[in-house]
């Protein structure tokens, strides 16, 4: 929302530092986004052109003379001679001149300087040139009453004025005019505000017998105020109008448009004009469509209205325009309308909202409906169009007696009971009455004592007020809003800062602690975390060779390649390290702790229907570890699944397992924890490595972390086993074991059958070749045996010895070495 | 000199005099001390070795013929015969250790590395920065008393939005572009404004958490919910689909707007640093109020004005305000009673700030030469 200090000057004397002023706005919330002091262009001034003659060597410009107190140069009888490219100038007019060494807006320096052989001494100016309106084809002409010699500016009214850009909130529409903000301001620096009210003139025929209105859905519509005016020429809007619409972002198009803009601008009314002569008898209806209707709007597009969108409808019941959104092209303003047919209605926020969003038509004027427009401004901004069409019409327009008015559903006006105890118990500082009415009242939140005794809450209902809530802030209706409006003005800033504190300690869970432990030893084992991203294409799942996951699909991506939640994290952390393969780094090894997704957790059929509680409905998401190593082999995998198992306390255990999904279909193995299944480990697939062109292995990790981090946290309270301080006894075995037979088995085996004097089985041998029998492996093992309270005799280990080869040996076909 | 020890005539006791024996043993001792200093390898010493103090060494056979002397002489000549095998054998020794530590020079010099040729060992990894920005803030919060709440990432929109004081079709809900996802026949997209509350979402920010916190645990309650969200946003320097925020809460009796302002001063001159200091300014969301945007000192300037602050000295960080008593109530929480704040901000973007990261999307590559610089 832009705002010309100017402008805002017309509600209140409004007086201080530009940039105060600029810190006073963002105070109150309207944030100033950019301030700009409108540049004086003292070099700029109201010159006449004297004549005009060709450009002897160009068709494209020609030679002005300008007449300039006090500036004589090359031109015909001693004006100033200037090249010019527009042709819309003739003899007499005034024009904005701009003269030698003046810096323009967009930061051109004027010098004297030749074009084709002849000299220019300065330059006539468009209004694009000088910022001050859209049309960059033909030299402004100025009204003839300006001064010749005198600064442009300082005869526009925009010497010395400042433009603020504010970012306004969508609680505040009432911000959303300069009227608006004037109110906040002025109440901030303590001065009166007003809003003038409008002179017009009314000369022709009772509105009444020209046109009627009629409200339909009376829930869409509150209010519907029409007046009509006559004798209108649609012409250029003076340049006063046309400089502060076009600074405050908006294009003037003509007498007729502008006025409506510039009043939308200044009271935050949107207002919609008719050609009456297009408008059967002049009647406007306004109802909910049933839907199916179409109808062409002003930007030349066929709309077709849904049930329950709102339509501006005429005599025959027929669509001429979009409640509240757009007008209709078939009863627009043109070049010869002379009777124009203006609306200004009050529509519900939600039902414009709605249909705006719908049809994606976001206007200047739906965006003021859907935030809540002022009805009691109804009658006053029609008379403003009126007021303001009469003045810049020249010889002026008749303005038919007397307004319409439509009534339909209202809101009724809020009445909020505030209690001082509370707004000082919400805001941290005590609040006396007295206090409260001299910050609420000069917004227009009527003050009075309440007469209502009967306690509502838990805090003292000392000094109650209440508080009428004007018709221009919808947004208030409780009490607590109330409180923002209190603190907004007696300003953020000067409120206290207090620190509660918390009657418990502040703390991680073991789990979230477990995490972070997690996270340290990946790192600490050589590996980097990657964020990768959790949408995917739904070929990438299949691309990892994750064939049996039926992936969560989102409703509205941005990109079919962004357009499932990954069902694993192998997808993202292979893109991952092809990503750095690619870039000539071609062994990274990256983790990723993060949620994989999968679809809701089925239950019955009859509970599920019935349920629909959030557990039902959501997703699955399970936080998983992934850990990736770009030309590594299992092994690296392996290794880390033991570094966690040793770092955290837990009993992990591998079981080979063929053909899982995406992985090496004879190098992969689940992980049990405890003897659940809670990962796989291994190789990726090579299949799935050559699809992301890498070339090498790739070692794989995945594990559920919730079930780890609940052992760790149970496993961080494990007793201490003392350390023996008798001597220890090594023994080695080695064993023909079947290439069936798990090493991990043989070495369970191995430590169930040694008792509590086998402290430690050590896989320090692998052979196989030639002196084994096929299907069979050397696997050789250290066994450290060791007793709390006395050293093993020689016998003692003998008879462990003896008792680990024949478990082992029974166990598993195997045989002694 | 008289020529070598060993040449000395000692076998007969009658010739020998007193002078003539401490004569050769003072000889014996000069000759004994030249062959240890001229011994250079610890072979050469242990041969002088053997001739010093072997049977037939000179100072020995002296010894033997001790005997001979008459007993009033015998005391000065042995005291003088021990002391020169004394020095002997302290020279000896000397000369062993010597010898040996030179020896253990020779052979440690042989083992010359150059340290600077060591090919790269095994490397140590590094955690993502949104992962460490997230903890560095988690640190700072449970030191000023705060519990961490982590809740899921795909939400009901009752979870996401209603409960938030945000219900159907208002139109603030536009200011979150919403990511929903298709879980069949119970999920429609509707008119681009929501609705049924059985809708699935991926959360649009971590406010959700704060609803499941305080539907089960009473007050008081001083928690914060970092995590992942999600928007409907075409990722550029700035913006990203997927992101991380953290959000607190605090509800408790006679908490008020002062508590909020102070505890984010708190927070920031901890998290910042002392130089850095907080405000508010008015500002809305539907689930609090009074509403304001959460300033702090531009880090860049500390203040002073610059490119990245607009000259302002100020830059926004977060929204912030008091919990509102629609959402309050929605949670079951007398709001009479209990009154709550709640903040939330972008963890990547403070990632951004701390390490002079211009684009976002940098932090998303998973690029190894990225990720090792931190």
Redesign the interface.
């Given at each position: 929302m832009k705002v010309l200090l100017s402008w805002l000057r017309e509600f209140a004397p409004i007086e201080g530092d530009p940039a105060e002023l600029a810190d006073h706005l963002s105070d109150l919330g309207m944030a100033v986004e950019e301030m700009r002091m409108l540049p004086p262009l003292d070099g700029v001034v109201v010159a006449r052109v004297a004549g005009l003659r060709p450009h002897p060597e160009a068709d494209r410009i020609q030679l002005v003379d300008v007449e300039l107190p006090g500036a004589t140069g090359e031109g015909t009888g001693g004006a100033l001679q200037v090249c010019c490219g527009a042709f819309n100038m003739t003899e007499g007019d005034l024009v904005p001149f701009a003269t030698v060494g003046t810096t323009m807006p967009g930061g051109l320096v004027i010098g004297e300087r030749r074009m084709r052989g002849q000299l220019s001494q300065g330059m006539c100016c468009s209004a694009a040139e000088l910022e001050l309106g859209a049309d960059a084809e033909g030299i402004m002409i100025l009204p003839s009453e300006f001064e010749l010699g005198a600064p442009l500016m300082s005869q526009l009214g925009l010497a010395g004025d400042v433009l603020y850009d504010l970012e306004v909130n969508p609680n505040r529409p009432d911000a959303m005019s300069v009227a608006g903000v004037a109110r906040d301001l002025a109440a901030r620096l303590g001065v009166p505000f007003r809003i003038p009210a409008p002179v017009v003139s009314e000369t022709g025929e009772d509105v009444s017998t020209v046109a009627s209105v009629e409200i339909i859905d009376a829930d869409l519509c509150g209010r519907f105020g029409v007046r009509v005016i006559r004798d209108v020429s649609i012409g250029q809007s003076p340049l006063w109008m046309q400089a502060r619409l076009t600074l405050c972002g908006m294009r003037p198009i003509n007498s007729v448009v502008d006025v409506s803009n510039y009043v939308m601008l200044e009271l935050g009314t949107p207002n919609h004009t008719y050609d009456l002569a297009l408008v059967p008898g002049g009647h406007l209806g306004t109802r909910r469509s049933a839907g199916g209707e179409r109808l062409v709007t002003l930007d030349g597009s066929e709309r077709e209205m849904l049930r329950g969108d709102g339509l501006i409808v005429d005599r025959d019941d027929r669509p001429i325009g979009i409640s509240g959104v757009m007008g209709g092209e078939n009863t627009e303003i043109g070049d010869s309308t002379t009777a124009v047919l203006l609306e200004l209605a009050w529509w519900d926020r939600l039902s414009i909202s709605r249909t705006s969003q719908r049809l994606g038509l976001r206007s200047e004027a739906s965006m003021r409906f859907e935030r809540g427009t002022d009805h009691e401004l109804v009658p006053i901004a029609l008379d403003r169009f009126c007021e303001l069409l009469d003045r810049v019409t020249p010889g002026g327009v008749s303005v038919c007696r007397g307004r319409l008015d439509g009534r339909g559903d209202l809101p009724p006006t809020t009445r909020v009971r505030v209690r001082p105890a509370r707004m000082s118990h919400l805001l941290g500082r005590p609040f006396s009455s007295d206090e409260l009415r001299g910050l609420l009242d000069p917004i227009g939140l009527q003050c009075t004592e309440s007469d209502d005794a009967a306690p509502r809450g838990a805090e003292p209902d000392d000094g109650a007020l209440e508080v009428t809530i004007p018709s221009f802030r919808p947004d208030v209706v409780t009490e607590t809003d109330v409180a923002e409006e209190v603190a907004r003005h007696y300003g953020y800033q000067r409120l206290g800062r207090t620190v509660p504190r918390s009657p418990e300690p502040g703390r991680l869970t073991p789990a979230q602690r477990l995490r972070r432990d997690l996270r340290r030893v990946l790192v600490g084992a050589g590996l980097s975390e990657a964020m990768p991203n959790p949408f995917l294409a739904p070929d990438a799942v299949r691309r990892a060779g994750i064939d049996g996951a039926d992936p969560v699909r989102l409703l509205n991506p941005l990109a079919t390649e962004e357009s499932v939640l990954r069902p694993s994290l192998l997808p993202g952390l292979i893109a991952a390290a092809a990503y750095n393969s690619s870039h000539r780094n071609d062994s990274v090894s990256l983790f990723e702790i993060g949620v994989v997704f999968g679809p809701p957790s089925a239950g019955d059929a009859d509970t599920a229907a019935a349920d629909t509680s959030a557990a039902a409905v959501l997703p699955t998401e399970t936080e998983h570890l992934g850990a990736i190593w770009a030309g590594g082999e299992a092994a690296d995998a392996v290794h880390l699944t033991e570094l966690i198992a040793t770092a955290f306390g837990l009993r992990l255990s591998l079981t080979n397992a063929n053909d899982l999904d995406g992985m090496h279909p004879v190098r992969a193995a689940q992980v049990l924890l405890d003897g659940q299944a809670v990962g796989v480990v291994g190789e990726v697939d090579p299949v799935v490595c050559e699809r992301h062109g890498l070339s090498q292995r790739c070692a794989w990790l995945q594990v559920n972390v919730e079930p780890l981090l609940a052992a760790a946290s149970a496993a961080a309270e494990r007793p201490y086993r003392l350390v023996s301080t008798y001597p220890s006894s090594d023994i080695d075995l080695a064993f023909a074991v079947p290439n069936g037979v798990q090493a991990s088995q043989v070495r369970s085996t191995l430590l169930a059958s040694g008792g509590d004097e086998l402290r430690s089985v050590d896989l320090f041998d692998i052979y196989r070749g030639d002196q084994m029998d096929p299907g069979t492996r050397s696997l050789a093992y250290r066994l450290r045996l060791q007793a709390d309270d006395r050293t093993l005799t020689d016998e003692q280990v003998a008879d462990i010895r003896q008792r680990c080869i024949d478990a082992v040996e029974h166990a598993h076909s195997a045989v002694l070495r | 000199m008289n020529g070598p020890a060993t040449d000395t005539p000692a076998s007969t006791a009658a010739d020998v005099s007193p002078e003539a024996l401490l004569a050769s043993i003072d000889a014996a001792r000069g000759e004994g001390l030249a062959a240890v200093a001229a011994a250079a390898t610890s072979d050469e010493l242990t041969q002088v070795e053997s001739t010093l103090f072997g049977r037939k060494a000179a100072l020995g056979q002296i010894k033997q013929g001790l005997g001979s002397l008459p007993p009033d002489q015998r005391a000065a000549v042995g005291r003088a015969l021990n002391e020169a095998q004394q020095d002997l054998r302290a020279a000896h020794a000397e000369a062993a250790d010597e010898l040996a530590a030179s020896a253990r020079r020779e052979q440690l010099q042989r083992e010359w590395l150059d340290l600077t040729e060591t090919p790269p060992g095994?490397?140590?990894?590094?955690?993502?920065l949104?992962?460490q920005t997230t903890?560095r803030l988690?640190d700072v919060?449970?030191?000023?008393?705060?519990?961490?709440s982590?809740g899921?990432?795909?939400?009901?929109d009752?979870?996401n939005f209603e409960a938030l004081n945000l219900p159907a079709?208002h139109?603030?809900r536009?200011?979150w572009d919403t990511?929903?996802?298709?879980?069949g026949e119970?999920?429609e997209?509707g008119?681009?404004?929501g609705g049924e509350?059985?809708n699935?979402v991926?959360r649009t920010h971590t406010s959700p958490v704060q609803i499941r916190v305080m539907e089960v645990q009473p007050p008081?309650i001083?928690t914060i919910c970092p995590g992942?969200v999600f928007r409907?946003?075409?990722a550029d320097a700035s913006h990203m689909?997927?992101f991380h925020q953290i959000e607190g809460l605090?509800v408790?009796r006679?908490?008020?707007?002062?508590?909020l302002?102070?505890?984010l001063?708190?927070f920031t001159s901890a998290y910042f640093g002392k130089a850095i200091s907080s405000?508010?300014?008015?500002?809305?969301f539907p689930f609090t109020?009074?509403?304001?945007?959460f300033d702090i000192t531009c880090v860049i300037c500390e203040g002073a004005g610059c490119q990245t602050c607009q000259r302002t000295g100020w830059i926004e960080l977060g929204g912030c305000g008091?919990v509102?008593?629609n959402v309050l109530a929605n949670c079951g929480i007398d709001f009479?009673?209990w009154?709550g704040f709640a903040f939330g901000f972008g963890i990547d973007r403070l990632a951004l700030m701390r390490h002079g990261i211009d684009d976002l999307r940098d932090?998303?590559?998973?690029?190894?030469?990225f990720?090792?610089q931190f």
């Open positions: - | 095994p490397e140590r990894g590094h955690l993502h949104v992962t903890e988690e919060f449970v030191g000023m008393g705060f519990t961490v982590e899921p990432q795909a939400e009901t009752w979870y079709a139109p603030a536009s200011m990511l929903y996802l298709d879980l119970r999920t997209l008119d681009g404004e509350a059985s699935v991926l008081p001083y992942r409907r946003d075409t689909p997927v605090v408790d006679g908490i008020s707007f002062a508590d302002a102070g505890t001063e708190e405000r508010l300014r008015p500002s809305y109020e009074p509403s304001a945007e008091m509102h008593p009479e009673e009154t932090m998303y590559t998973n690029d190894i030469r990720l090792s």
